[in-house]
């Protein structure tokens, strides 16, 4: 069967613009400033070796089928379920993607906004510490701080409504062809540096040498959260991104670049943060302030220092906004394309929803520190945002996209996306859809089951 083709539909001018885009989406604060964090709380080579599990068994395969499904039916993640004459009740995973995306914007807008202070703190030279104890004092002084947070959270969510209420697609295949690139340049030159420090070789030993009786439940849990977070999946993202590809994309091979040049960043950040953590004898397990204590510790020994700062907090700033701007377009089609709502309309609705959430998360710090639900829970939105749309519900909808895809999707229309209508030959079809069918479907589930403590 051919793809239905909608001609009006914006498309990806280069193949290096589809896979900068896509990385763009998928490259961000995840790998840079989450990756190091959960592989810090959770035994470093033990997390690592589950992630990359996660990624080439359940991540990959599954970013074919967003992308897939996407092209196919030239929808957001709505519209394609409608197109593929899904009957019941398919939808529902766009609204999981829906509360997911918000929940995501919600605090990483916060972490985002944190890039934007030291970014400013590194333009005014307000980062001079001696040692590592002065990052860690700023850092908490500033976090907590009741205004300042919220402040850049607020700037950062207007330079993400500015971006999307416009239309996006040219905008950001242009900014990532650039920054994706000059990204990678910076992180290998501060790669370098980390491997020459002292000690750096305790912190390779922890980031690679995998301690088997370090893989519990949570740390399954936790690697099997970041894959899809890193990789933006399970919320229709990919798949939106999936439906401005052109008819001879390779779907598969676009796929397994974006998760390997993805993984290779987030790798990329263990190498340069690990070193540096044994090397100032500080322990890895540091939580969220992990790489804004590390990182700027780390220039402020480099030779031009506050150059690298300024560069590298700029680029952080912008690789996290292409992937807000990503996870934003997730409720701004459906509202717009869906409910028939003005662009203007949809991101304004976006956004009003985005600060009430970004607002929460950014006093989870400050005032917000020591919430209370009647006295029977503490609740902190910062950590609940994070853990249920990274834990909970990507998992869950990229579990049902999977099942879609490899149950309820025509065979014959999968191949022919993937195949370009028997254009091209994938080799790994029906490994693919082994994935798709069972491997993907049931390995979630029990992860979800021994995370519950059922098992
Ligand atoms: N993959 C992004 C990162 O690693 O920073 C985060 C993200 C973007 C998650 C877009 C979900 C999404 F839809």
Redesign the pocket.
Known sequence: MADSINNNRAQFATRLGIIATTVG???????IW?FPYEAGNNGGGAFLLCYILCIVILGIPVLCAEFAIGRSTQSNIFGAFRALKASGKWHWVGYIGILA?IM?LSF?SVVAGWTMEYLYQSIVGGLNFKNIDAFHSHFSTFSTSNWRPIMWTVLFLLCNYIIVVRGVKKGIEKMSNIMIPALFVLLIIFCINSLMMPNASEGLTFLFTPDFSKITPKVVVSALGQAF????LG?G?MMTYGSYFSKDTHIVRSATITASLDTLVAILAGLIIFPAVFSFGMSPVQGPALVFEVLPSIFAQMPGGQIWSILFFFLLFLASLS?TI??SE?SIAFLSEEKKMSRTKASTLNLAVALVGGVLSALSFGYLSNLNFFGLFDINFFNFFDFTSSNILLPLGGMLISIFAGWILERSRLKDTLTNGGKIGVRTFSLLVLCLKYLAPICIMLIFLLGLGIF
């Open positions: 989406s998928a490259v961000g604060l995840g790998n989450r995306s995501i990483y977070f890193s990789l933006s919320l993202t992937s990503s996870m997730v």
